[in-house]
């Protein structure tokens, strides 16, 4: 199976290992992932790059918020987009991620199917097959998932 491009990567910034894990396992079906718990550890491992990079950070994790792991990480991936994602999303963090610059704002709880369409629409990709089609093809079932 062939990844979207070998420059295109997804860096994922989330604290709950579970939803990590999910978000892993269900993107790098397509792309290239690299996951973190926390903004510390993402400045502190992750190199500078010019490549094409999207973030999906969370709002709300231990030490530096999403808002302020964007701000720190936009001058070492000036080529990156950024996607926050949270379960908090009222007016004022709307506003402030907006604010902020990110290139979209995703509501939890998300289908994997709506996040992965949102990175490819970021990405300029136009999927020859949705990632879904591409399991169930490869599987011969879609029980596994839940749309």
Do not use: H
């Amino acid at each position: 199976m062939s990844k979207v491009e070998p420059a295109s990567q997804i860096v994922i910034v989330e604290d709950n290992v579970e939803a990590n894990n999910l978000l892993r396992d269900w993107l790098k079906l397509k792309f290239t992932v690299t996951c973190f718990l926390d903004a510390e550890s993402t400045l502190r491992i992750l190199p500078p790059s010019g490549d094409r990079i999207v973030f999906l950070i969370d709002y709300n994790m231990p030490g530096d918020n999403g808002l302020v792991l964007k701000k720190k990480l936009e001058s070492r991936f000036p080529n990156a987009k950024y996607i926050l994602i949270s379960g908090l999303f009222d007016a004022k963090l709307t506003e402030a991620g907006k604010a902020a610059g990110f290139d979209a704002l995703v509501p939890k709880p998300f289908g994997m199917p709506a996040i992965t369409q949102k990175i490819e629409d970021l990405l300029g990709v136009k999927p020859k097959e949705s990632l879904v089609d591409m399991v169930k093809r490869q599987t011969g079932k879609l029980s596994l998932f839940a749309l």
